[in-house]
């Protein structure tokens, strides 16, 4: 009996995205707590998911929220739901945010992040290539969502740029509104899985949400229209939170970001620009940095037509501005090294 209720507890948060990982972080005194997800995180409050809905969490005193993300696991106690503490995470999608001492948590536990924009003056690839370094270093999957191509002569142009940002890009354009988007987006929507949805403000994120999560209208989020001149959204969601797929996934919205600075993603970088990055063990200098150095391999791919210049300048941009954002820690003998945290993805 005992063996059937713990296995029917197991599959309930299962479907929540519990998994072994955060199974093996629970010490031998620690298997009557209860597991719970992280829904929203407000400024001295947190709700959190258990499978058999929401709870309000009781937190300890002194408890600093601006530490908890969104898709947290935690453990908490059963009965007066009171916070015990945070497992360690797989994935953490976080951003500096200018006079910060501290990264601003985004969402966590995330297995795909839908970098959604819009087939108009909002589809801007620099920006993307910024949300494509972020979900790289984070080691979860990115896929782009364009929306609104129903107001557009054609979308074609725009999944083309899209798919040349990185390798093996997913891209796929829905309307957000019809079922159809959801029936797009199921292979990455699955029991268990846990996607997040980021994007500028008007790009259609709460109305893709919403058919998502299947939502009726009194429990729909609000949503915005963007402003025709300048194709500029406004902002509909104020706070991240987690919602149910109607898939049997689970999606986090995230408020829009206009401004996305990158700092410690050297890793993610790597990957965004894999063809620049193949191509440095070519150049004649190991600090070469790609501008006037004679034996340059990329500057020799730019020459030839291989690579193109404008990759290359905003390799340059976003790698300069991850130097200048990203935390320095004493090396050998006083020197200061950058520290990189990321993991290369194959």
Same mark, same amino acid.
């Given at each position: ?13 299962? =479907? ?5 990982? %955060? +199974? ?25 998911? #258990?499978? +058999? ?6 937190? @300890? ?52 992040? %839908?970098?959604? #924009?819009? &087939?108009?003056?909002? %589809?801007? @690839?620099? /920006?993307?290539? /910024?949300?494509?370094?972020?979900? $790289? ?37 829905? $309307? ?12 990455? &929507? ?26 009726? @209208? ?19 969601? #104020? =706070? ?32 965004? %620009? ?6 440095? @063990?070519? &150049?004649?200098?190991?600090? &070469? ?23 290359? +300048? ?18 050998? /003998? ?5 520290? #990189?945290?990321?993991? /290369?993805?194959?």
């Amino acid at each position: 009996m005992q063996e059937a209720v713990n296995n029917r507890l197991y599959n309930t948060l299962a =479907s929540l995205g519990w998994s072994q990982y %955060f +199974d093996a972080q629970l010490g031998p005194d620690e298997t009557d707590f209860a597991r719970m997800r992280i829904a929203t995180v407000h400024r001295s409050r947190m709700t959190a998911e #258990t499978g +058999d809905g929401p709870v309000k969490l009781r937190l @300890p005193a002194h408890t600093n929220t601006t530490n908890f993300a969104v898709g947290d696991w935690i453990l908490a106690d059963p009965c007066e739901h009171m916070l015990h503490r945070l497992l360690e995470r797989r994935s953490l999608l976080q951003r500096k945010t200018m006079g910060a001492r501290t990264p601003q948590l985004i969402a966590a536990n995330v297995d795909t992040l %839908f970098v959604v #924009t819009s &087939c108009n003056d909002d %589809f801007n @690839p620099a /920006r993307i290539e /910024r949300y494509l370094a972020l979900a $790289n270093e984070a080691g979860t999957n990115p896929v782009i969502v364009l929306t609104k191509a129903d107001q557009v002569t054609d979308a074609a142009p725009y999944q083309q740029q899209a798919a040349t940002l990185q390798r093996g890009l997913a891209v796929v354009t829905v $309307n957000a509104k019809t079922r159809t988007a959801a029936a797009t987006l199921a292979r990455w &929507c699955g029991a268990g899985q846990t996607v997040a949805l980021v994007g500028s403000s008007g790009v259609g994120k709460s109305t893709l949400l919403n058919t998502l999560a299947a939502k009726p @209208p009194e429990e729909a989020q609000p949503t915005g229209g963007i402003r025709e001149d300048d194709a500029k959204g406004r902002h509909t969601t #104020t =706070s991240r939170s987690l919602h149910s797929i109607a898939g049997g996934g689970w999606v986090i919205d995230t408020p829009g970001m206009r401004t996305l600075h990158v700092s410690d993603v050297s890793a993610g970088l790597d990957v965004l %620009f894999a063809e620049i990055t193949e191509l440095t @063990p070519g &150049c004649r200098f190991r600090d &070469c940095t790609h501008m006037h150095e004679p034996g340059c391999a990329v500057q020799t791919a730019v020459a030839d037509g291989t690579l193109d210049p404008a990759r290359l +300048d905003r390799w340059r941009k976003l790698s300069d501005e991850n130097r200048d954002n990203t935390p320095t820690t004493s090396g050998a /003998r006083g020197n200061k090294k950058p520290a #990189t945290h990321g993991k /290369r993805r194959s």
